[in-house]
């Protein structure tokens, strides 16, 4: 048994940079054609510069043959000119810019702390039609981290849709019923992305019989209903949905910390763990549509030409438990099953 599909995007992926980009590279570039690059590098890319140079980077470390291409975006901060964000997008540098509020995940101190002082610029984005890519949670100490999407959607998204509905919005990871049941409500300028974790693990994997700092992310997984409100989401084959992995690499050493960091590092067994997921929910035929086809209806983009087939197998599918990086070893995402699917 096996499935071909259109060759697939990941709408939302960390590299990082240096020696760890060019290790967890390839582990996108072998089944991904383009990846949306996240910006929170350390310091952010925060200007048509930055994301330039970055570019060249990444193109630097590209393995030979393989074909790949990131769609770069810049990190918002309250000093971005907006004259600098149409042209980065106007000359073809840039895809999106994403949303940190300041404080909420992995190197987001120069994120935004009112949303009034960046309106300039998300006017200047809404005339332009360039995308924002929001991570959506609320980040004031008093809000339950469990419920940082939920007030993020009704205290800051909500308010910016209303003032400027024409700005076009990615939900990125989103988490929760209540993330899935807004974008669902949603006609025009609005879409999410979902992670492949967010699919297979609830609060529970992290926390239940022992602490498990490798399902740590942010935002952090929730409870079992909303899980299953986004597997519903990603396999309707509702083209407002759609992958964005959020494979976001730290070292073993900072993960297994007293302070751990947040993030999956799914990048290198995501297909065969969707594959599991959409047969779970007798939706193989719409894994095109997630992982293939909505991202780059949604970005005004072309979907790729090329094929990825997976096949299924009866013996279980291995990869490597953790990737060696020159800066430490980085432990790949355990689903905590068997996976059957292979890309071929
Ligand atoms: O889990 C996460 N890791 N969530 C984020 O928003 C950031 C990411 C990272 O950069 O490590
Ligand atoms: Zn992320």
């Known amino acids: 048994m096996h ?3 259109k060759r697939p995007d990941d709408w939302h992926l ?4 240096g020696a760890m980009m060019k290790a967890v590279l390839p582990e996108t570039t072998r089944d991904f054609a383009r990846a949306i690059i996240m910006p929170n590098l350390v310091p952010p890319v925060v200007t048509q510069t930055d994301a330039k140079a970055y570019r060249q980077r990444i193109m630097d470390a590209v393995p030979d043959g393989a074909a790949f291409e990131p769609l770069m975006t810049l990190y918002l901060t309250e000093a971005t000119d907006p004259g600098d964000v149409v042209a980065a997008h106007q000359n073809g540098t840039i895809k999106a810019v994403k949303l940190y509020p300041a404080g909420a995940t992995t190197n987001s101190a120069s994120g935004v702390t009112n949303m009034d002082r960046v309106m300039p610029v ?9 995308p924002l890519c929001c991570h959506g949670e609320v980040t004031d ?6 419920d940082r999407e939920a007030v993020f959607i009704e205290r800051v998204l909500a308010p910016l849709r209303t003032r400027l509905p024409d700005l076009k919005v990615i939900m990125e990871h989103v988490t929760t019923k209540d993330g899935v049941d807004y ?3 949603t006609e025009k300028n609005l879409a999410g992305t979902i992670t492949t974790h967010h699919l297979i693990i609830n609060r529970n994997h992290i926390l239940v019989g022992g602490i498990k700092p490798h399902y740590y992310c942010l935002p952090v997984a929730k409870r079992e209903l909303h899980r299953i409100a986004l597997r519903k989401a990603a396999t309707s084959g509702d083209g407002r949905y759609f992958l964005g992995t959020d494979s976001a ?8 910390n007293a302070c751990g960091c947040a993030g999956c590092f799914t990048a290198t067994n995501t297909m065969s763990c969707l594959a599991h997921v959409f047969e779970q929910e007798n939706a193989l035929d719409r894994l095109e549509a997630f992982t293939s086809l909505n991202g780059p209806a949604y970005y005004g983009l072309p ?8 096949e299924k197998t009866d013996t279980p599918v291995t990869y490597p438990v953790k990737i060696e990086t020159g800066e430490g070893h980085v432990t790949v995402f355990d689903p905590g099953f068997d996976l059957h699917w292979r890309v071929a």
């Open 3 to 5: 499935i071909t599909i």
């Open 14 to 17: 960390h590299l990082r940079d």
């Open 122 to 130: 998300l006017e200047a984005m809404a005339d332009a039609g360039i």
């Open 141 to 146: 100490a008093e809000i339950d981290i469990f």
């Open 183 to 185: 974008i669902g409500e």
């Open 249 to 256: 690499p730290h070292i073993d050493p900072l993960k297994e």
């Open 303 to 310: 979907v790729n030409q090329s094929t990825l087939t997976l």
